[in-house]
């Protein structure tokens, strides 16, 4: 695990985008990590939290690639 880079508590949905959104902090910087949902019946939430580590390795990958979007996000897929 790179020590680098650390993730918050803090998981937004948005209904709307139907997108979660968890943080990591990179050298200080916040980098939002985001991935849209694909079934609306259940709670994304709830799912997020079941599979947390899977997200935050997936996701801390991406970042020691630079895998960042025009907006500065790193996307995943939904697992």
Same mark, same amino acid.
């Given at each position: 695990?790179?020590? #680098? =880079? &650390?993730? #918050?508590e803090r998981v937004e949905y948005d209904t709307k985008l139907r997108k979660v959104t968890f943080f990591a902090q990179v050298n200080g910087l916040s980098v939002p990590c985001v991935y849209t949902v694909n079934d609306d019946s259940s709670n994304p939430l709830m799912l997020f939290e079941q599979k947390r580590f899977d997200y935050e390795e997936l996701a801390e990958a991406a970042i020691e690639n630079e895998n960042y979007n !025009? #907006?500065? !996000? =790193? %996307? &995943? %897929?939904e697992l």
């Open positions: 695990m790179n020590q #680098s =880079i &650390l993730f #918050s !025009e #907006s500065g !996000e =790193i %996307e &995943l %897929e």
